[in-house]
């Protein structure tokens, strides 16, 4: 079995009630993500993938896509409209697990890196507390083992150990970055979730927190979710890639072949664009 | 108003910042002008004071306090004789809880001299028809502000702590709302992160005051501002004790027998205040001490305990539980306290 399966995930926002045929007027087809008849945006919808342990997915598209809205739901922290999501850590339909299961899942089982800083980070902590908010949150209670463990991920993740005390806000974005990382590997999760790992970092920054995580994930073999609209990012870390436009997955496959033999157009175009 | 500031006595430990007693000082309004005005009787007035509809609003409140212990309840705080910041909390759920047949004891940061507490006592002297003490082994009620007496309190007894601020998680969040999910979720993590981020700086937690405790391995609890020494004195005890809040509207409780865990780290426990000095009055060095400064202009350290004290000075080797019939009796600091003699304890840390 894979590691996980999901079908059919959608996510609607909007104040109105749904129509009905929100799904059906819109995607690709129709070129919008906004139902035209009841105004609900679809985030995305009848989303299906699935990642095997130890593999890394890239989600690629553009802006507005439904990327993190996906990433998010399967991160639990975004309540889905639909779906089936099937996880080796959990008995049921993940989508539907409480507020109990989600805090516990979180601690332990999936690690998210958040596109913006703000929804992974305290910046008023230290980062060596953020990290150590992981530890803390999953009931570690010894002191100098938190310690040891959170300059140990430190490390890891090549954050100055020095600046551990310092507080996030003083930290660079490259920094925060790591420190989100370390945060969302320290309990050893089966899976991580990375949402625009390198957006907003300076291109040599981007690089290095890119060969830093493809390192960690490979000593550790941890699967892993990789949400980019950059295809560099995806092409280095991701074994597997969909490609999303207007909520919908309108490709899947190797990533090698999606590359370098895109059956849609649209990822032809994005492919160019890039290079 | 009489200056408050008087009766400050300053701890060596204990962050004694009573803004909201600073705020109110400005106020006229007190108790002392609401007896003054009435006179001797309380003519006009309902019996204790409040009107019956608010103290079963009250009472109720207790009720559902007791039966979710550390979780604070809502109740609908009245408009008292006295501005908010001065106990007026801690009035309506005393005034609510006596009857004529009790004994009540008033204890301002450990004192009953103080303007404050003998205004208290003797409202619901007036209004409620109850006898008044100083001694702690003889009252029914208590009501106190920052401090548990040294003497075991008992099954019979109850304590009323005024609480200026109701939420421990304050510390680490100024929202309400976020906060209050918080409790809902059982999810202390960011109190935790503060405690470690303590540990990180200090090497050792530091609050002093209002430190945050478990409370029967469910709710999060600000005890009020009472120092660490009378922390464990909360835990397993065979008294009751009720929080109310005037200003923000909650009651909240710890029933007799109930868990009450101060946070701490496996290897950084909870600490209690050490005193290197003996009281100057009776000699004790198994009570919380506070520094006075005399006429002189010397400063002693005193029991801030004071009916205590008194009787210290007279009889040197009064027991803590020397009103019970069992000896040994757990109660805080310098008494056979689990949470301060385990191994990890603090006792002889
Ligand atoms: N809270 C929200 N309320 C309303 N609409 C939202 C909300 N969040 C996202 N959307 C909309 O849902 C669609 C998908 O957004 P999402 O953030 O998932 O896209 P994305 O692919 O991650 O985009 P980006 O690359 O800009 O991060 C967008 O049209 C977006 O405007
Ligand atoms: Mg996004
Ligand atoms: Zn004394």
Redesign the pocket.
């Known amino acids: 079995m894979s590691l996980l399966d999901a079908e059919n995930v959608t996510r609607f ?2 104040e109105f009630e749904p129509c009905g045929d929100c799904v059906d007027l819109t995607g690709p087809t129709h070129g919008r ?1 906004q139902c035209p008849d009841c105004g609900t ?1 679809v ?2 919808a009848d989303v299906d993938l699935d990642v095997e342990r130890g593999e890394v997915l890239g989600i690629v ?1 553009e ?7 996906l990433a998010e739901m399967l991160a639990l922290d975004l309540a889905a409209t639909a779906g089936n999501v099937e996880f080796a850590s959990y008995d049921g339909n993940l989508l539907d697990a409480n507020y109990e299961e989600r805090v516990d899942l979180r601690n332990t089982n999936v690690g998210m890196v958040h ?1 913006h800083v703000r929804d992974g980070l305290n910046l008023e902590f230290t980062g060596g507390g953020n990290v150590a908010e992981s530890l803390l949150a999953a009931g570690w209670r010894n002191f100098d083992e938190i310690r040891a463990r959170v300059r140990d991920l430190f490390e890891e993740t090549e954050v100055p150990v020095d600046r551990m005390d310092d507080p996030t806000d003083t930290y660079s974005g490259g920094m925060q970055r790591r420190v989100q990382i370390a945060k969302a590997i320290a309990n050893d999760p089966e899976l991580v979730i990375l949402d ?1 790992p390198t957006t907003g970092l300076d291109v040599s920054v981007q690089a290095r927190v890119l060969d830093m995580f493809r390192r960690i994930q490979r000593e550790q073999d941890v699967a892993t979710i990789v949400v980019s ?1 950059d295809l560099g990012v995806v092409r280095l870390l991701a074994d597997r890639t969909v490609v999303m436009r207007h ?1 919908r997955v309108i490709e899947s496959g190797l990533t090698d072949r999606v590359m370098e033999d895109p059956q849609r157009e649209y990822t032809q175009t994005l492919i160019n664009s890039v290079i | 108003m009489t200056d408050q500031t008087q009766m400050h006595e300053t701890s060596p430990t204990t962050e004694a910042t009573d803004n909201e007693q600073q705020e109110s000082a400005t106020t006229p309004t007190g108790v002392s002008d609401l007896l003054s005005e009435s006179g001797a009787g309380m003519a006009g007035y309902n019996y204790a004071y409040l009107d019956e509809h608010t103290k079963r609003e009250v009472r109720r409140g207790v009720l559902k306090a007791i039966s979710l212990p550390g979780h604070q309840v809502p109740f609908a705080s009245r408009e008292m004789p006295l501005a908010r910041g001065w106990g007026t909390g801690g009035i309506q759920a005393s005034l609510s809880l006596l009857g004529p047949a009790d004994t009540f004891k008033v204890i301002d940061q450990g004192s009953d001299e103080s303007v404050n507490a003998a205004n208290i006592r003797r409202l619901a002297k007036t209004t409620a028809d109850v006898e008044t003490t100083t001694d702690t082994t003889e009252a029914s009620v208590i009501q106190t502000r920052h401090r548990i007496p040294e003497e075991v309190l008992t099954d019979e007894q109850i304590l009323v702590l005024q609480v200026p601020t109701t939420d421990a998680l304050r510390r680490v969040d100024g929202s309400d709302d976020a906060n209050r999910r918080r409790h809902a979720h059982k999810n202390y993590s960011k109190m935790w992160v503060a405690l470690y981020e303590n540990v990180v700086k200090w090497d050792e937690i530091q609050i002093s005051a209002r430190y945050p405790a478990m409370v029967n391995g469910r709710y999060l609890m600000d005890p009020s501002p009472i120092p660490r020494w009378d922390t464990t004195k909360l835990n397993d005890a065979d008294s009751l004790f009720l929080f109310a809040a005037g200003r923000e509207a909650r009651i909240y409780a710890v029933p007799p027998h109930t868990d009450v865990e101060p946070l701490a780290f496996e290897d950084r426990s909870f600490q209690v205040e050490r005193f290197d000095e003996s009281c100057h009055r009776c000699g004790s060095t198994d009570t919380y001490l506070t520094e006075v400064t005399g006429d002189d202009g010397v400063t002693r350290y005193a029991c801030n305990d004071a009916s205590f004290c008194e009787k210290r000075a007279e009889h040197p080797d009064l027991s803590k539980d020397h009103h019970l019939d069992e000896d040994d009796v757990a109660w805080g600091p310098e008494t056979p306290d689990p949470i301060l003699s385990d191994e990890t304890g603090g006792e002889d840390a």
Do not use: A, D
């Open positions: 926002y909007g993500n945006v985030g995305c598209g802006s507005g896509s439904g990327k993190s809205s596109q625009e609209h909520g």
